[in-house]
């Protein structure tokens, strides 16, 4: 009967533990350093500062919460374009299992042919928790007042409640501008030195994620622009794909930025699975500030216990003025 309780216990624990490892934001491109390591720095801007809320499924008791914060920043070395950058998120699902995550990241920058490649690497810590006292175990079924009481001992003691672990990440992006089609394509890998990841007495790795990512800006007019976005996630037998586009109309253009307001919409679902949910997106840019917002109607077959209601996602970005001089001029008296 322990046996028994122990996988159940173990089951339900890497279940969490593998939707915690493939956290995701709707609104990813909202999400740089989470994204791809080579998005660091790769901006027009001295200096960036990034956050993101997520919470699904509120209706169901023990929910998903999902934060972040990162900032990077520019440098020129050599007149050499280098990024540095750092990375928090803090994850909350089940109800009881809590991720804390913070990474450094590095990026370099070079321009071939006409053709911005980034290269970039991610090393960062992983701590992970859970709290047997929030829970109650079949042992702790108190027979004379006929209900559970977690203060009674619970028996599980091959358990830990609390893990930590070096993890690793690195990507590449490359982007060209072609008259008035701006396109980029990333591929990132994430947990390369497949990290120990088990609170039960076993040898359970993180796989390898390979994500993949393809984006197309098109400048109709100096007013209008439209942007597509598509992002595959793998994990031996897991897949997340979000595919959208953003249309997005300019009300006033400023030296260093474009004051606008967008709308969008997104579907999610994987490679060998049923449709997951359907995304409405919108926001605005003012100055220096990206504002978005984005709400996942659930089309899975939870959405008889959600009610068709998944998840509200907010990202926040602030961007700095580029004070590095980009183009030289040399004024020329014609005689």
Sequence with gaps: MRTIRLYILAF???????????????????????????????????????ANYRSQWREIQKAYRTISLGGDANFYPMNQQASAGIYFLNDKSGGNLIVNKIYASGAIHKKIAGINLN????????????????????????????????????????????????DLNAGVVASVRVQKIETAVGFALFHITRPKETFVANNNHLPVRKLFNFDVKYHHTEKFNVNLYSMLGTTTKASDWVTGVNAEYVLQKTPFFNNAVFIGFMWRDGLKRISDAAITTAGFKYMNYTFGVSYDINVSTLHT??????????????????????????????Y
């Design 12 to 50: 339900i624990v890497l279940a969490s533990v593998a939707k915690a490892q493939d956290m995701h934001f709707s609104q990813y491109y909202f999400s740089p350093l989470s994204l791809n390591p080579a998005q660091t720095g790769n901006f027009l801007g001295d200096w960036r500062i990034s």
């Design 119 to 166: 290269f970039g690497i991610q090393p960062g810590v992983v701590m992970k928790r859970i709290d047997f006292n929030a829970h109650t175990f079949p042992t702790q079924l108190n027979w004379n007042k006929g209900q559970f009481d977690n203060s009674l001992p619970n028996y599980e003691t091959n358990v830990n409640q609390r893990r930590t672990y070096f």
């Design 305 to 334: 216990a959600t009610d068709y209601r998944g998840a509200i996602e907010f990202a926040l970005i602030y961007t700095s003025k580029n004070t590095r001089l980009l183009k030289k001029q040399i004024p020329c008296d014609r």
